[in-house]
């Protein structure tokens, strides 16, 4: 088996955020066709990994990104190891892996999960022309890039001119195979927690809501989506999920005799997606997939998403699970979800095999020589 080490500069486990999740999942399924050793950051569960080898070598502080005792650490370890190759998630540690990269030859993979600078645009950072720079030198000096997104990827190629040959497709991954059969129950279970009536609709939306990206789409919902309902005959209860809601939302309160369900942070989130008529997903900004809406589709239940938050997902393969409306279109969304919250259309077999885990790694794995 090839031997491969990966940096995660950040905790993963256990995994709140849909970035973490893609990590976790990654490097679990990597392991299953690799020998792989995990660098992070000492604030992870590790007693979570099962199939590799982990080293919390990284601070936990910020100063981590500008550490410059990491090469002489990290070159020992690809020495002694004999590692043929390091996949090092996001671009921060550029200037590290060029200079490990010259000093012992190692082949050299950045995991990119959007275009970071792109990302930070939108959230209105004043320094993200500097990260673009320094994005785009992390880019030409890699031997390859793993991409989320063929939107992301055709950027590199188009503007960056970064050549095809280095390119990988590495989109978030499933385990799921099919579509569920427990969605009756679910619904049901659901139905009784919430004290909801048969006929109610529920729509679902979830995320880390100290995320800004993720905040702005709970603040459409309560503000532009959930009032066009409101004046509808149409019966209904949305739930918001996610942790790290702001104290100033106390916990939606105000909010809880106008449809709204806040449920805080979900450990079985997978039976709420299957319960669900449809995923909500009005997200404006941040880049890169939103891995919530692959989840959602795979678990069988429909998308409403503005075209901002259906960038990278392959829409090809989704057939009639993905409901795409145009930006700020708050009108056409609300009325997407009166018209297909009771449709009941499968997720289509293609779905499955272009998202499933281990078809993308056994892809991937190819690369790493």
Not at 21 to 31: E, N, Q, R, S, T
Not at 40 to 56: A, C, F, Q, W
Not at 198 to 207: E, H, P, Q, R, S
Request: hydrophobic share 40%; glycine share 6%; with cysteine.
């Amino acid at each position: 088996m090839k031997k491969v080490l990966a940096i995660a500069p950040y905790r993963y486990l256990p995994s709140f955020s849909g970035g973490q999740k893609f990590i976790a999942g990654f490097f679990d399924h990597l392991a299953q066709y690799s020998d792989l050793t995990v660098i992070s950051v000492p604030g992870n569960e590790y007693s979570l990994v099962k199939n590799y080898r982990t080293i919390p070598l990284l601070k936990a502080s910020r100063s981590r990104y500008s550490d410059r005792s990491l090469f002489k650490k990290i070159k020992h370890i690809i020495e002694e190891g004999k590692f043929e190759s390091i996949i090092w998630e996001h671009p921060y540690y550029a200037w590290l892996a060029v200079k490990l990269k010259k000093s012992t030859g190692i082949k050299t993979f950045i995991h990119t999960h959007n275009i970071e600078y792109q990302r930070f645009r939108s959230m209105g950072k004043w320094w993200w022309p500097i990260l673009r720079r320094y994005e785009k030198w992390c880019f030409k000096n890699a031997d390859r890039i793993m991409f989320i997104t063929p939107e992301d990827k055709s950027f590199a190629i188009g503007e960056w001119k970064i050549p095809v040959k280095k390119c990988i497709d590495l989109p978030f991954g499933l385990d799921i195979r099919s579509q569920p059969t427990d969605r009756g129950t679910c619904r049901e279970e659901l139905f009784a927690k919430y004290n909801l009536h048969a006929d109610v609709n529920i729509l679902f939306f979830n995320g880390l809501l100290d995320y800004k990206p993720n905040l702005d789409a709970l603040k459409i919902i309560l503000e532009k989506i959930n009032p066009r309902l409101i004046q509808e005959n149409f019966r209904y209860r949305i739930l918001i999920a996610g942790k790290n809601l702001p104290a100033e939302f106390d916990s939606l309160k105000s909010w809880s005799d106008k449809n709204i369900i806040y449920t805080g942070f979900l450990g079985d989130i997978d039976r709420y997606y299957k319960a669900s008529d449809l995923f909500l997903n009005p997200v404006q900004g941040g880049g890169g997939i939103k891995t919530k809406m692959v989840e959602s589709i795979a678990y069988g239940t429909t998308v409403i998403a503005t075209e901002s938050g259906a960038w990278g997902i392959d829409r090809s393969v989704c057939g009639e699970k993905l409901i795409v409306v145009k930006d700020d279109d708050w009108n056409s969304f609300s009325e997407s979800i009166i018209r297909y919250a009771n449709i009941k259309s499968p997720t289509p077999d293609n779905y499955y095999e272009k998202y499933a885990w281990d078809n993308i790694i056994i892809r991937v794995v190819q690369e790493l020589t």
